[in-house]
Protein backbone atom coordinates (compact mmCIF):
# COMPACT_ATOMS: atom_id res chain seq x y z
CA UNK A 1 0.00 0.00 0.00
CA UNK A 2 1.49 3.39 -0.94
CA UNK A 3 2.17 5.87 1.65
CA UNK A 4 -0.95 7.98 0.38
CA UNK A 5 -3.14 5.53 0.27
CA UNK A 6 -2.23 4.68 3.72
CA UNK A 7 -2.77 8.40 4.86
CA UNK A 8 -6.46 7.89 3.14
CA UNK A 9 -7.68 5.12 4.85
CA UNK A 10 -5.74 5.87 8.56
CA UNK A 11 -7.69 9.60 7.95
CA UNK A 12 -10.82 8.10 7.69
CA UNK A 13 -10.39 5.90 10.24
CA UNK A 14 -9.40 8.79 12.67
CA UNK A 15 -11.99 11.03 11.60
CA UNK A 16 -9.25 13.73 10.20
CA UNK A 17 -8.68 15.13 6.61
CA UNK A 18 -6.16 13.95 4.47
CA UNK A 19 -4.10 17.59 5.00
CA UNK A 20 -4.16 17.11 8.56
CA UNK A 21 -3.31 13.40 7.78
CA UNK A 22 -0.25 14.70 6.11
CA UNK A 23 0.49 17.31 8.57
CA UNK A 24 0.92 15.04 11.58
CA UNK A 25 3.31 12.75 9.55
CA UNK A 26 5.27 15.54 9.34
CA UNK A 27 5.02 15.98 13.49
CA UNK A 28 5.21 12.67 14.60
CA UNK A 29 8.23 11.11 12.65
CA UNK A 30 11.32 10.54 15.16
CA UNK A 31 13.60 11.97 12.52
CA UNK A 32 11.91 15.63 12.77
CA UNK A 33 11.82 18.04 14.66
CA UNK A 34 8.11 18.33 16.16
CA UNK A 35 6.44 21.71 15.76
CA UNK A 36 9.70 22.70 14.10
CA UNK A 37 7.97 25.18 12.08
CA UNK A 38 6.04 27.32 14.75
CA UNK A 39 8.41 29.53 15.63
CA UNK A 40 9.17 31.82 18.32
CA UNK A 41 8.03 34.67 16.34
CA UNK A 42 4.31 32.52 15.79
CA UNK A 43 4.29 32.69 19.58
CA UNK A 44 4.51 36.00 20.09
CA UNK A 45 2.14 36.86 17.54
CA UNK A 46 -0.24 34.34 19.78
CA UNK A 47 0.41 35.85 22.32
CA UNK A 48 -0.15 39.47 20.83
CA UNK A 49 -3.20 38.69 19.42
CA UNK A 50 -4.81 36.89 22.15
CA UNK A 51 -4.53 40.01 24.22
CA UNK A 52 -6.01 42.06 21.57
CA UNK A 53 -8.81 39.58 21.44
CA UNK A 54 -9.28 39.31 24.93
CA UNK A 55 -9.69 43.52 25.10
CA UNK A 56 -12.36 43.40 22.07
CA UNK A 57 -14.23 40.44 23.42
CA UNK A 58 -14.75 42.44 27.01
CA UNK A 59 -16.32 44.89 25.31
CA UNK A 60 -18.50 43.09 23.19
CA UNK A 61 -16.56 43.02 19.48
CA UNK A 62 -16.84 39.59 19.67
CA UNK A 63 -16.44 38.89 16.19
CA UNK A 64 -14.09 41.32 15.67
CA UNK A 65 -11.81 39.25 18.91
CA UNK A 66 -12.32 35.97 16.49
CA UNK A 67 -11.53 37.69 13.17
CA UNK A 68 -7.98 39.60 14.87
CA UNK A 69 -7.06 36.29 16.34
CA UNK A 70 -7.97 33.86 13.28
CA UNK A 71 -6.41 35.98 10.76
CA UNK A 72 -4.88 34.90 7.82
CA UNK A 73 -4.77 31.26 10.08
CA UNK A 74 -7.62 29.91 8.03
CA UNK A 75 -8.20 30.23 4.40
CA UNK A 76 -10.37 28.48 1.80
CA UNK A 77 -9.42 27.18 -1.71
CA UNK A 78 -9.77 28.06 -5.06
CA UNK A 79 -9.77 26.19 -8.50
CA UNK A 80 -9.60 26.65 -11.74
CA UNK A 81 -12.18 25.82 -14.83
CA UNK A 82 -9.20 24.87 -17.22
CA UNK A 83 -8.12 21.55 -18.10
CA UNK A 84 -5.63 21.73 -15.08
CA UNK A 85 -7.49 22.59 -12.32
CA UNK A 86 -4.86 24.50 -10.77
CA UNK A 87 -6.04 24.85 -7.26
CA UNK A 88 -4.65 27.93 -5.13
CA UNK A 89 -5.50 28.96 -1.24
CA UNK A 90 -6.44 32.43 -0.29
CA UNK A 91 -6.19 33.30 3.55
CA UNK A 92 -8.93 34.78 5.66
CA UNK A 93 -7.74 38.31 6.77
CA UNK A 94 -9.65 40.53 9.49
CA UNK A 95 -9.04 43.75 7.92
CA UNK A 96 -9.21 45.53 11.27
CA UNK A 97 -7.27 48.44 11.13
CA UNK A 98 -4.81 48.21 13.52
CA UNK A 99 -3.56 44.48 12.53
CA UNK A 100 -0.17 44.21 11.61
CA UNK A 101 -1.01 42.15 8.39
CA UNK A 102 -4.32 44.13 7.58
CA UNK A 103 -2.89 47.85 8.01
CA UNK A 104 -0.68 47.41 4.72
CA UNK A 105 -3.77 46.36 2.85
CA UNK A 106 -6.28 48.69 3.71
CA UNK A 107 -3.43 51.49 2.77
CA UNK A 108 -3.31 49.88 -0.71
CA UNK A 109 -7.10 50.39 -0.82
CA UNK A 110 -7.17 53.79 0.53
CA UNK A 111 -4.62 55.09 -1.32
CA UNK A 112 -6.20 53.28 -5.06
CA UNK A 113 -9.40 54.90 -3.70
CA UNK A 114 -7.93 58.63 -3.63
CA UNK A 115 -5.50 58.70 -5.93
CA UNK A 116 -7.24 59.94 -8.58
CA UNK A 117 -8.58 63.24 -7.08
CA UNK A 118 -4.59 63.82 -6.97
CA UNK A 119 -5.11 62.96 -11.20
CA UNK A 120 -7.77 65.56 -11.57
CA UNK A 121 -5.63 68.39 -9.26
CA UNK A 122 -2.53 67.60 -11.64
CA UNK A 123 -4.48 68.50 -14.61
CA UNK A 124 -6.84 71.10 -13.65
CA UNK A 125 -5.06 73.35 -11.87
CA UNK A 126 -6.25 76.39 -10.15
CA UNK A 127 -4.32 79.42 -9.59
CA UNK A 128 -2.99 80.48 -6.65
CA UNK A 129 -3.83 76.76 -5.02
CA UNK A 130 -1.52 74.22 -3.79
CA UNK A 131 -0.95 70.97 -1.73
CA UNK A 132 -0.20 71.78 1.96
CA UNK A 133 -0.39 70.24 5.12
CA UNK A 134 -2.13 70.52 8.08
CA UNK A 135 -1.88 68.90 11.45
CA UNK A 136 -4.92 69.35 14.05
CA UNK A 137 -4.06 68.50 17.45
CA UNK A 138 -6.10 67.85 20.21
CA UNK A 139 -5.42 67.39 24.09
CA UNK A 140 -4.07 64.06 25.31
CA UNK A 141 -6.42 63.06 27.84
CA UNK A 142 -5.05 59.91 28.94
CA UNK A 143 -7.90 57.41 26.77
CA UNK A 144 -9.83 57.25 24.16
CA UNK A 145 -13.29 57.11 23.02
CA UNK A 146 -15.84 56.68 19.99
CA UNK A 147 -17.39 59.71 21.19
CA UNK A 148 -14.37 61.79 21.64
CA UNK A 149 -13.40 60.54 18.04
CA UNK A 150 -16.61 61.75 16.55
CA UNK A 151 -16.37 64.63 18.11
CA UNK A 152 -12.69 65.34 16.84
CA UNK A 153 -13.91 64.54 13.23
CA UNK A 154 -16.95 66.57 13.66
CA UNK A 155 -14.74 69.69 14.58
CA UNK A 156 -11.86 68.97 11.65
CA UNK A 157 -14.45 69.17 9.39
CA UNK A 158 -15.91 71.89 10.53
CA UNK A 159 -12.27 73.92 10.74
CA UNK A 160 -11.82 73.10 7.09
CA UNK A 161 -15.39 74.07 6.17
CA UNK A 162 -14.79 77.37 7.35
CA UNK A 163 -11.15 77.77 6.20
CA UNK A 164 -12.64 77.00 2.61
CA UNK A 165 -15.85 79.27 3.02
CA UNK A 166 -17.11 80.58 -0.49
CA UNK A 167 -14.33 79.36 -2.37
CA UNK A 168 -14.40 76.49 -5.20
CA UNK A 169 -12.16 73.55 -6.27
CA UNK A 170 -11.03 72.59 -2.94
CA UNK A 171 -10.31 69.14 -1.62
CA UNK A 172 -9.08 67.55 1.87
CA UNK A 173 -8.32 64.39 3.05
CA UNK A 174 -7.11 63.56 6.36
CA UNK A 175 -6.18 60.38 8.81
CA UNK A 176 -7.15 60.50 12.18
CA UNK A 177 -3.83 59.56 14.36
CA UNK A 178 -2.57 58.59 17.43
CA UNK A 179 1.15 59.07 18.97
CA UNK A 180 3.12 55.81 19.28
CA UNK A 181 1.62 53.77 22.22
CA UNK A 182 -0.11 56.63 23.37
CA UNK A 183 -3.23 58.41 23.03
CA UNK A 184 -2.80 61.87 21.73
CA UNK A 185 -5.18 62.37 19.28
CA UNK A 186 -4.29 64.16 16.40
CA UNK A 187 -5.31 64.47 11.99
CA UNK A 188 -2.89 64.81 9.67
CA UNK A 189 -4.71 66.61 6.26
CA UNK A 190 -3.48 66.71 3.16
CA UNK A 191 -5.58 69.98 1.57
CA UNK A 192 -5.49 71.43 -1.71
CA UNK A 193 -6.11 75.55 -1.29
CA UNK A 194 -4.85 78.31 -1.52
CA UNK A 195 -2.29 80.14 1.17
CA UNK A 196 -4.15 80.23 4.82
CA UNK A 197 -2.08 81.74 7.42
CA UNK A 198 -1.23 79.25 10.58
CA UNK A 199 -2.25 82.39 12.74
CA UNK A 200 -5.63 81.98 11.22
CA UNK A 201 -5.71 78.44 11.32
CA UNK A 202 -4.81 77.80 14.60
CA UNK A 203 -7.56 80.58 15.96
CA UNK A 204 -10.24 78.74 13.30
CA UNK A 205 -9.27 75.99 15.14
CA UNK A 206 -9.26 77.20 18.82
CA UNK A 207 -12.50 78.56 17.63
CA UNK A 208 -14.07 75.50 16.79
CA UNK A 209 -12.34 72.47 19.22
CA UNK A 210 -11.07 74.75 21.90
CA UNK A 211 -7.64 73.11 20.93
CA UNK A 212 -4.76 75.57 20.66
CA UNK A 213 -1.87 73.63 18.44
CA UNK A 214 -2.35 73.55 14.70
CA UNK A 215 0.22 73.73 11.68
CA UNK A 216 0.23 73.80 8.22
CA UNK A 217 3.24 74.08 5.56
CA UNK A 218 2.89 73.68 1.90
CA UNK A 219 3.72 69.74 0.92
CA UNK A 220 7.32 68.68 -0.27
CA UNK A 221 6.22 66.06 -2.24
CA UNK A 222 3.69 66.53 -5.31
CA UNK A 223 0.77 64.16 -6.44
CA UNK A 224 0.32 60.69 -5.46
CA UNK A 225 3.41 61.15 -3.39
CA UNK A 226 1.30 63.55 -1.36
CA UNK A 227 -1.41 61.14 -0.57
CA UNK A 228 1.07 58.32 0.15
CA UNK A 229 3.26 60.54 2.60
CA UNK A 230 -0.68 61.00 4.54
CA UNK A 231 -1.58 57.65 4.15
CA UNK A 232 1.47 56.11 5.73
CA UNK A 233 -0.22 56.65 8.87
CA UNK A 234 -2.81 54.06 8.14
CA UNK A 235 -0.44 51.72 7.39
CA UNK A 236 1.14 50.94 10.43
CA UNK A 237 -0.32 50.36 13.84
CA UNK A 238 0.59 52.80 15.63
CA UNK A 239 1.58 50.55 18.82
CA UNK A 240 3.10 47.83 20.15
CA UNK A 241 1.34 47.40 23.35
CA UNK A 242 -2.02 44.81 22.89
CA UNK A 243 -3.58 46.94 25.73
CA UNK A 244 -3.57 50.08 23.36
CA UNK A 245 -4.33 48.17 20.12
CA UNK A 246 -7.21 46.66 21.57
CA UNK A 247 -8.28 49.92 23.33
CA UNK A 248 -7.93 51.56 19.26
CA UNK A 249 -10.02 49.04 17.74
CA UNK A 250 -12.70 49.88 20.41
CA UNK A 251 -12.57 53.72 20.37
CA UNK A 252 -12.76 53.55 16.39
CA UNK A 253 -15.16 50.75 15.93
CA UNK A 254 -18.09 52.19 13.44
CA UNK A 255 -16.03 55.26 13.11
CA UNK A 256 -13.81 55.68 9.54
CA UNK A 257 -10.13 56.58 10.21
CA UNK A 258 -9.76 58.34 7.10
CA UNK A 259 -12.10 61.34 5.94
CA UNK A 260 -12.32 62.74 2.39
CA UNK A 261 -13.93 66.72 1.82
CA UNK A 262 -14.27 68.74 -1.62
CA UNK A 263 -12.31 67.37 -4.65
CA UNK A 264 -11.53 64.33 -2.69
CA UNK A 265 -14.68 63.12 -1.85
CA UNK A 266 -16.23 63.47 -5.07
CA UNK A 267 -13.72 61.55 -7.18
CA UNK A 268 -13.02 58.71 -4.37
CA UNK A 269 -13.53 55.22 -6.19
CA UNK A 270 -12.20 52.11 -5.69
CA UNK A 271 -13.09 49.64 -3.37
CA UNK A 272 -11.94 50.39 0.01
CA UNK A 273 -13.59 47.28 1.84
CA UNK A 274 -12.75 45.14 -0.59
CA UNK A 275 -15.94 43.55 -1.14
CA UNK A 276 -14.58 42.79 -5.10
CA UNK A 277 -11.80 40.39 -5.20
CA UNK A 278 -9.29 40.66 -7.93
CA UNK A 279 -9.08 36.92 -8.18
CA UNK A 280 -11.90 36.15 -11.23
CA UNK A 281 -9.04 34.16 -12.98
CA UNK A 282 -6.51 31.40 -12.95
CA UNK A 283 -2.97 33.46 -12.73
CA UNK A 284 -1.68 30.51 -14.63
CA UNK A 285 -3.84 29.51 -17.40
CA UNK A 286 -6.79 32.73 -17.15
CA UNK A 287 -9.67 30.35 -16.83
CA UNK A 288 -12.53 31.24 -14.54
CA UNK A 289 -11.64 30.48 -10.76
CA UNK A 290 -14.01 29.03 -8.21
CA UNK A 291 -14.24 29.40 -4.59
CA UNK A 292 -14.66 25.95 -3.18
CA UNK A 293 -16.91 25.94 -0.36
CA UNK A 294 -15.19 25.11 3.44
CA UNK A 295 -12.78 26.92 5.34
CA UNK A 296 -9.60 25.32 6.18
CA UNK A 297 -6.61 26.04 8.04
CA UNK A 298 -3.62 27.70 6.06
CA UNK A 299 -1.69 25.11 7.42
CA UNK A 300 -3.40 22.28 5.92
CA UNK A 301 -4.55 23.65 2.55
CA UNK A 302 -0.18 24.16 2.33
CA UNK A 303 0.43 20.65 3.43
CA UNK A 304 -1.94 19.90 0.79
CA UNK A 305 0.53 21.42 -1.83
CA UNK A 306 -1.66 24.62 -2.73
CA UNK A 307 -0.03 27.68 -4.00
CA UNK A 308 -0.79 31.18 -2.03
CA UNK A 309 -2.87 33.05 -4.44
CA UNK A 310 -0.88 36.39 -3.79
CA UNK A 311 2.10 35.13 -4.87
CA UNK A 312 1.37 35.72 -8.28
CA UNK A 313 -0.19 38.99 -7.86
CA UNK A 314 3.41 40.47 -6.45
CA UNK A 315 5.13 39.07 -9.39
CA UNK A 316 2.34 40.51 -11.75
CA UNK A 317 2.55 44.01 -10.34
CA UNK A 318 6.12 44.19 -10.28
CA UNK A 319 6.39 43.28 -13.81
CA UNK A 320 3.57 46.30 -14.45
CA UNK A 321 5.46 48.40 -12.59
CA UNK A 322 8.67 48.17 -14.23
CA UNK A 323 7.94 48.18 -17.83
CA UNK B 1 -24.37 18.30 22.04
CA UNK B 2 -21.08 16.86 23.09
CA UNK B 3 -18.45 19.22 22.03
CA UNK B 4 -15.25 17.72 19.55
CA UNK B 5 -12.15 16.13 21.62
CA UNK B 6 -8.94 16.02 21.54
CA UNK B 7 -7.67 13.35 19.34
CA UNK B 8 -4.17 11.67 20.84
CA UNK B 9 -1.72 9.35 18.86
CA UNK B 10 1.68 7.81 20.30
CA UNK B 11 4.83 8.81 18.15
CA UNK B 12 6.07 5.56 16.29
CA UNK B 13 9.38 4.58 17.45
CA UNK B 14 10.74 4.21 13.74
CA UNK B 15 10.83 6.30 11.27
CA UNK B 16 8.50 4.92 8.50
CA UNK B 17 5.57 3.69 10.63
CA UNK B 18 2.24 4.99 11.32
CA UNK B 19 1.67 7.01 14.92
CA UNK B 20 -0.78 4.74 17.08
CA UNK B 21 -3.84 6.40 17.40
CA UNK B 22 -5.23 6.04 20.84
CA UNK B 23 -8.53 8.24 20.61
CA UNK B 24 -10.88 10.87 21.91
CA UNK B 25 -10.29 12.45 24.72
CA UNK B 26 -11.33 15.53 27.23
CA UNK B 27 -8.49 16.87 29.32
CA UNK B 28 -9.78 17.22 33.18
CA UNK B 29 -12.09 19.40 34.11
CA UNK B 30 -11.01 23.69 34.10
CA UNK B 31 -7.36 22.12 31.76
CA UNK B 32 -7.32 22.99 27.89
CA UNK B 33 -4.57 21.17 27.05
CA UNK B 34 -3.02 17.79 28.66
CA UNK B 35 0.29 17.33 30.37
CA UNK B 36 2.09 14.45 30.86
CA UNK B 37 0.43 13.07 34.09
CA UNK B 38 -2.82 13.24 32.27
CA UNK B 39 -1.60 11.01 30.16
CA UNK B 40 -0.24 8.71 33.05
CA UNK B 41 -3.87 9.28 34.53
CA UNK B 42 -5.16 8.06 31.24
CA UNK B 43 -2.92 4.54 31.44
CA UNK B 44 -0.57 5.74 28.82
CA UNK B 45 3.11 4.49 28.88
CA UNK B 46 6.33 6.29 28.09
CA UNK B 47 6.84 7.80 24.98
CA UNK B 48 5.97 11.17 22.62
CA UNK B 49 2.78 11.71 22.05
CA UNK B 50 0.77 14.27 19.59
CA UNK B 51 -2.77 16.06 20.39
CA UNK B 52 -4.59 17.61 18.21
CA UNK B 53 -6.70 20.35 19.82
CA UNK B 54 -10.46 20.90 18.79
CA UNK B 55 -10.94 23.84 16.65
CA UNK B 56 -13.16 25.50 18.91
CA UNK B 57 -10.64 25.58 22.06
CA UNK B 58 -7.89 26.65 19.83
CA UNK B 59 -10.06 29.68 18.63
CA UNK B 60 -11.20 30.86 22.11
CA UNK B 61 -8.12 30.09 23.73
CA UNK B 62 -5.70 31.01 21.26
CA UNK B 63 -4.04 27.81 20.87
CA UNK B 64 -2.31 26.04 18.37
CA UNK B 65 -3.77 23.02 16.23
CA UNK B 66 -0.79 20.35 17.36
CA UNK B 67 0.08 19.35 21.10
CA UNK B 68 3.58 17.52 22.02
CA UNK B 69 3.53 16.05 25.19
CA UNK B 70 6.49 13.60 26.30
CA UNK B 71 5.62 10.95 29.56
CA UNK B 72 8.80 10.05 30.87
CA UNK B 73 8.53 6.70 33.52
Redesign the interface.
Given at each position: MSDLS?FQV?AE????SLG?RF??ES?????LR??ED?TEE?YNE??F??RV?ELLGANGLIGKA?RY??CARMGFCLECEGEEHHRFFSPLYCDLRFCPRCAPRRFARLFARHCRALEYIRRHVVRGFRLREITLTSINTGSLSADQIKKFNKHVKLTIRRLMKSLRGWGAIWVDEVGFNNTNLHAHVLIYCPYIAQERLAAVWQLVSGHQVAWIEQSHVFGPKALLHLLKYVSKPPANDPKIIGMLEVAFHGTRRVHALGLFYNFAGGDEDGEESEWQTCPKCGAQLTLIKGQH?V?ELRALGLEFIGFFKIKGKNKKWLN | MKPEAY?I?K?????GE??K?LG?FYPPKGQVCFFNSDLTALGFGAG?Y?I?VPSLIR?I??L???Q?VSVIE
Open positions: REAWGITELLVQPSPLFDFERGAKIDSR | KWNPEHRSPYDDTRKYAPEWK
